[in-house]
């Protein structure tokens, strides 16, 4: 229900999986951190 009701409201990705934690079920959505996407950058240029 959580779920369906954010995806219907557009909440973010971030916000859904906190408002998940909170009606106490695990998080659906992965999170990078800012390095894993400067690594990201560096390969695709050293390619």
Not at 8 to 22: F, G, I, T, Y
Request: aromatic share 4%.
């Amino acid at each position: 229900m959580a779920l369906h009701l954010s995806e219907r409201l557009e909440v973010p990705l971030r916000e859904r999986n906190a408002l998940l934690l909170a009606a106490g079920f695990a998080t659906q959505y992965g999170e990078r951190s800012r390095d894993d996407a400067a690594m990201s950058r560096r390969a695709r240029r050293s390619i």
